[in-house]
């Protein structure tokens, strides 16, 4: 009788319940990239061509289009402001007159801090809600390939062996292989995968090695796997990911103050790189409201000239460039690129800087269609035709109304001084600039410009300079540019949230204030890539105005008498050097 009783009382809530819960359709998905919108048409489509490694607008005469003649810069006028440049950074006494004004600018801050660090601290508390916490942060240099934490993808390969492994996901010597016969072939079971057998993770026999590193990317030592799950354009069609990363991308909008810039890469291989990239983003569905992408141009041009796969440097420019030249002239020719540039901020150069450069960069160069050294052209080469390109494109894509892309590149973390030469005449922020604390007359133009520097101390403490050593406490002191990123979180990060991993292990390192670490949150967001239209609902409407009028401390929580500091110390300097250039 009592199970009978119970059955019944089961029964009846069941039916209770059901019948007070209103069904609920499933939502229609999201259309993030505008697949049901028209893609624009303009009056006036051009003629592409191109011309020492640039692409050019040409009209119907068959000249350079009058309107994009000013944004074309040539070789020469480059080499020669190099030059300029590195006659400024070797002067003796401007090394000193620089130096000078730097220690001053350090000295000035400590002084501030020991004035007003209280008072700092009392108009962020006076600020109702927001703290450290709940201020928007950007990490300005993340690559997409290892934007995951070891245990992350531990957990992931783990799942798709247990739950694919009848999926076939590569086909080797003209034979298709399953899930289950890849890692039978090595060996492997789920049960046996851990940390240590994924092997991801930096440890210190890395230090200077820049090839480990880059075999870090290998789980378990196997390109195979690499190949299988953190490949965007594999058998799989770089489905798996793309899975791991809409994880990554789901934790940050969990978080929902943090967003990220990662990088996916172009290799210039071959023209349909672009397409394939876009297509893959836009069928996976790769979006979120956290997120601006950036594309990596991986320096590799001696590889691919060695394998045969290019005739000379110029078919990489080609490669690059060419598809994005078209599609901002005809959107129809490639529908899918132009909706996935639509969330892409800029382009990025990396690769190992410490390789030794046998070639150097200089009027007796050769063009790009006549580059076919097998040797790597130069690191300034790759930057000025980058820049000689992305130029144009962006006036190009201007006057069509649309987005433009900056170039923030890897520069100063290891290798020779003119690196940041040609990343101060040609970028808009860069990533590292480690070395810029050895050359004091580049430090203080990087102030004067305030020019971002997106800095990675845990991924440096690993590869080139030890923690202790990182000049970027002198820099925050100084007044420079300067934001925390993660650059690897899959090598140098243990927790889910990487940045915050950075910020707490600064903090504790240097002894960071709130207010410190307020400021260089509010410095990565400027340095971003975002939207103006999000960084005034991050910053204030007022954001891109100097002094205490740019400055909502209410959504920075940075106080006004940091930022005014900040302003009277920059036009303290700018009115000394005027001063002195009139004496």
């Known amino acids: 009788m009592w199970h009978a009783w119970r059955f019944c009382y089961v029964c009846k809530s069941v039916l209770f319940s059901a019948a007070n819960t209103s069904f609920h359709p499933p939502e229609p998905p ?15 489509t051009y003629t592409l061509g191109r011309k020492h490694g640039v692409t050019q607008i040409l009209g119907e005469d068959g000249k350079v289009v009058e309107t994009f003649r000013p944004y074309y810069i040539s070789k020469d006028k480059f080499l020669k402001d190099t030059e300029r440049m590195i006659t400024m950074i070797t ?3 401007l090394k000193s007159f620089c130096y000078r004004r730097l220690k001053y600018l350090e000295n000035k801050f400590q002084l501030h801090v020991l004035l007003n660090e209280l008072r700092e601290l009392h108009e962020q508390k006076s600020v109702p809600h927001r703290d450290f916490y709940n201020i928007r942060k950007v990490d300005t240099h993340i690559h997409a390939a290892s934007s995951m934490n070891q245990k992350h993808l531990l957990r992931f390969i783990k799942k798709k062996m247990k739950t694919e492994a009848d999926t076939v996901v590569l086909e080797k010597n003209g034979r298709k292989v399953t899930m289950h016969e890849v890692f039978t072939n090595l060996g492997i079971t789920a049960y046996d995968m851990s940390v240590d057998m994924l092997d991801v993770h930096a440890d210190r026999n890395m230090f200077h090695r820049f090839d480990k590193f880059n075999a870090k990317y290998n789980p378990v030592g196997e390109s195979t796997l690499r190949e299988i799950f953190i490949k965007t354009d594999n058998y ?5 990911f793309a899975e791991v990363l809409k994880e990554v991308l789901s934790d940050l909008e969990d978080s929902k103050y943090q967003q990220a810039e990662p990088r996916l890469s172009i290799y210039g291989r071959s023209k349909d790189e672009w397409d394939k990239l ?11 409201s956290n997120v601006m992408w950036m594309v990596q141009i991986p320096r590799l041009y001696d590889i691919y000239k060695a394998k045969n796969m290019i005739k000379n440097f110029d078919v990489i420019l080609d490669n690059i460039f060419t598809p994005l030249f078209e599609v901002t002239n005809d959107p129809s020719s490639h529908p899918e690129l132009y909706r996935f540039l639509q969330v892409v901020s800029g382009l990025d150069s990396v690769d190992d800087e410490s390789k030794h450069e046998y070639v150097q960069f200089d009027r007796t160069t050769a063009q790009p269609e006549n580059y076919v050294d097998s040797e790597n052209p130069p690191y300034s080469y790759y930057l000025y035709y980058m820049y000689a390109n992305i130029t144009v494109l962006n006036a190009f894509r201007r006057s069509r109304g649309m987005n433009t892309f900056a170039l923030r590149p890897h520069c100063g973390e290891a290798g020779h001084v003119n690196h940041l030469v040609a990343g101060y005449l040609t970028s808009e922020s860069i990533s590292h600039g480690l070395l810029l604390r050895k050359v004091p007359v ?6 004067l410009t305030q020019m971002g520097i997106a800095m990675s101390p845990l991924s440096n403490n690993s590869l080139f300079i030890s923690y202790n050593r990182n000049p970027l406490p002198e820099y925050l002191m100084k007044g420079l540019n300067v934001s925390l990123s993660t650059d690897d979180p899959l090598q140098f990060h243990f927790t889910k949230e990487a940045l915050m991993e950075e910020f707490s292990i600064a903090a504790q390192v240097w002894k960071l204030s709130s207010c410190d670490m307020c400021e260089l949150a509010r410095n990565s967001v400027l340095q971003s890539g975002f939207e103006d239209k999000v960084k005034i609902h991050w910053l204030g409407p007022s954001y891109r105005e100097e002094g205490v009028t ?13 930022v005014s500091y900040r302003y009277e110390a920059m036009v303290d300097e700018l009115t000394n050097l005027f001063r002195t250039k009139h004496l």
């Open 30 to 44: 999201v259309d993030h990239w505008g697949l049901d919108t028209p893609l624009p048409t303009f009056p006036v």
């Open 91 to 93: 002067d003796g006494p």
């Open 236 to 240: 799989v069609n770089g489905k798996y």
């Open 278 to 288: 876009a297509k893959w983003a836009i069928s996976h569905d790769v979006w979120s």
């Open 442 to 447: 580049l430090q203080y133009l990087f102030y």
């Open 550 to 562: 740019g400055n909502d401390v209410s959504r920075t929580n940075v106080p006004d008498i940091r």
